[in-house]
């Protein structure tokens, strides 16, 4: 191929058009108790198009070729909270609730053509080669997930720190039976830097112990993969062809969210000012209900099927030390 004329003679060009708007609105119900609202769009369409002439000998053969497509997406995201914070003395706590839902819709096409007379219609050639225009299947998907949320953070001295979150969350990627999860966790921390023993000992000017645990779901695996798929071809019937689907996937109504929990325990120390610092962490992170494909009897009608099956776990330790050794 000559890539001069590849690059010279061909046209591939995608045009984007995007708008992405957001807006809010806070409510103080109270000194301490606030509302917030808050809407985001997006929206995007995409327009490609490509033609080879036939003096391109990538599509000699043919007498050329053109393509047209589009795809087209619209995502929304709606969040509500609920902020409550109360300061006495010694100690402070900040409480929050929301709902969350989300939503993207995807909608895409193509159409194709070759064998032109002419170049000079380019990609608007397409209807006028010698073989009926490929449509390229039209393709539609769509996914939401709602979200119920709730967090509390309680300080007392700024010397013990706790954080407690837990969300319900409900996606449409799951089978019928399992399409909501909970995911809890929570985190202490102690700054010790904070406490008069340690003041007293004049070395540390960072020092925080801190320890977390919690869950976490996996929802990505593309949509319908809870459904059973059909799929379309040509078959003989009474000596005539004719349209047909057929299952090309099984169901799996049960299919779940894969879970992760993670165990985390650390230590942050600063000395000279900071001017010396290290974290360590040890950390123990376990997944379960892996979303994998899994070979099934062929006696079945199918070779594989999306299921949680297997898990994995990951230990280790991480070390990070940091100095500033000239502080001019």
């Known amino acids: 191929y000559n890539p001069v004329a590849l690059a010279e003679l061909s046209t591939n060009k995608s045009e984007s058009f995007r708008a992405l708007n957001n807006v809010f609105a806070e409510i103080k119900i109270l000194d301490n108790l606030t509302f917030r609202t808050s809407l985001g769009v997006d929206f995007i369409t995409t327009k490609q198009k490509s033609y080879i002439p036939s003096s391109v000998r990538f599509a000699a053969t043919v007498g050329g070729t053109a393509q047209l497509g589009q795809v087209q997406s619209f995502s929304w995201l709606n969040e509500n909270t609920l902020n409550y914070q109360f300061v006495k003395g010694d100690h402070s706590l900040n409480l929050l609730a929301g709902y969350t839902a989300q939503s993207l819709k995807t909608e895409g096409f193509g159409i194709s053509d070759q064998g032109f007379i002419s170049d000079i219609l380019a990609e608007n050639n397409i209807g006028t080669g010698n073989r009926t225009p490929a449509l390229q299947r039209p393709s539609t998907s769509a996914w939401g997930l709602l979200s119920y949320l709730a967090r509390a953070n309680y300080s007392y001295k700024d010397l013990y720190l706790l954080t407690a979150t837990a ?19 929570m985190a202490f921390a102690w700054k010790l830097i904070n406490e008069p023993f340690v003041k007293d000992i004049g070395v540390f000017s960072q020092l925080k112990l801190r320890t977390s645990y919690g869950l976490t779901g996996n929802t990505e695996i593309g949509e319908y993969q809870s459904l059973a798929h059909l799929g379309s071809g040509i078959y003989t019937i009474n000596g005539q062809s004719a349209s047909a689907f057929s299952l090309a996937s099984i169901a799996n109504p ?5 879970t992760t929990a993670q165990l985390d325990i650390g ?41 949680n099956v297997g898990g994995v776990t990951n230990t280790g330790f991480e070390l990070n030390v940091s100095g500033t050794v000239i502080d001019k």
């Open 167 to 185: 969300r319900y969350d409900g996606s449409s990627r799951f089978g019928k039976n399992n399409k909501w999860g909970f995911f809890p966790s």
């Open 254 to 258: 049960d299919l779940k969210w894969e």
């Open 267 to 307: 230590l942050d120390i600063g000395i000279l000012h900071d001017r010396i610092g290290v974290t360590a962490d040890y950390y123990r992170k376990k997944t379960k209900d892996l979303l994998l494909n899994v070979q099934i009897p062929s006696t079945s009608g199918f070779t594989s099927s999306l299921q």
